[in-house]
């Protein structure tokens, strides 16, 4: 028997997902009402949250925030059966994962910080990612569970807390990726470019693909072989800003991007490769 705590639309997938597996799940959620719509998929729904983890095995969570789990979880624990294990899937501070992985062994259950790079689709098909880090014995005990909900377990060593921090610097790229786009969208504005004709561009041309080579030449942390000088980049920045000025709009990333080129210029990397803006953070 399987627990679930949070039936949001991430763990409202998740625990159809099991259901159509033919998994039996029992079902909470602050808002008891998204928890009673799964009864219809075969789910069984409970108001009571301690009686909702009672006969679990195995509690997975979907939750807001560091504080809501640790609530959660307390509430929930006067139902726990010796040995539970408790697998949480939000997406939490370092520090938390690593305090309520502690904090529920000393109390004789297994607690495994599972976050993941899935949306409910996914959660829906089993595709996507889900990481993980910590214990091995447990992880490699819980794996067969944890790999029929998603596409691929990337499992990130024995450091507690590890996978709660490569989550948060993946969201950031994510964060930092709509922002970009948002500015592509707000210059197409300017220059009077429809946004289909842009989708187009991206259609053929995809830059994300280039990432890891990126990612790893920065790592590397050698600026002298430039594709692209920092001075040519800082140039066409300045014809993106003058253009959205020009015609009214307001950009939000390329403003301060283009503030951290003029620094590294200031200080002679003009004829570097323009990606050590990013020097500092290595």
């Given at each position: 028997m399987k627990a679930f705590l949070g039936t949001g639309l991430l763990g409202s997938n998740f625990v159809k997902a099991m259901l159509r597996r033919g998994e039996e799940v029992q079902v909470w959620n602050r808002t008891a009402s998204k928890a009673q719509l799964l009864e219809r998929d075969g789910a069984k729904a409970f108001e009571n949250i301690v009686d909702a983890v009672k006969g679990a095995n195995v509690i997975h969570l979907t939750l807001k925030d560091d504080a809501t789990v640790n609530e959660v979880l307390e509430a929930a624990s006067n139902g726990f059966a010796p040995g539970t294990a408790i697998i949480d899937h939000t997406t939490t501070s370092v520090e938390g994962a690593i305090e309520r992985t502690s904090f529920w062994k000393s109390k004789g259950f297994?607690?495994?910080?599972?976050?993941?790079f899935m949306g409910p689709a996914n959660a829906l098909d089993g595709s996507g990612n889900m990481l993980v880090s910590g214990d091995q014995a447990l992880i490699d005990k819980l794996g067969p569970e944890l790999a029929k909900m998603t596409g691929k377990l990337i499992n990130f060593g024995t450091e507690e807390g590890k996978a709660a921090g490569i989550k948060l610097i993946g969201n950031l790229f994510l964060i930092s990726l709509t922002a970009g786009l948002s500015d592509a969208l707000g210059l197409a504005k300017a220059l009077k470019i429809d946004?289909?004709?842009?989708?187009?561009?991206?259609?053929?041309?995809?830059?994300?693909?280039?990432?890891?080579?990126?990612?790893?030449?920065?790592?590397?942390?050698?600026?002298?072989?430039?594709?692209w000088e920092l001075d040519?980049?800082?140039?066409?920045?300045?014809?993106?800003?003058?253009?959205?000025?020009?015609?009214?709009?307001?950009?939000?990333?390329?403003?301060?991007?283009?503030?951290?080129m003029d620094n590294w210029i200031t200080k002679g990397h003009g004829s570097d490769d323009w990606s050590v803006i990013a020097k500092d953070n290595l």
């Open positions: 297994n607690y495994l910080h599972a976050p993941v946004s289909a004709e842009v989708a187009s561009l991206f259609g053929s041309w995809n830059p994300g693909a280039g990432v890891p080579v990126r990612f790893d030449k920065i790592r590397a942390g050698d600026f002298s072989q430039p594709s040519m980049a800082r140039k066409d920045a300045g014809l993106m800003l003058a253009a959205a000025q020009q015609n009214g709009v307001n950009l939000t990333v390329l403003p301060a991007v283009a503030a951290l």
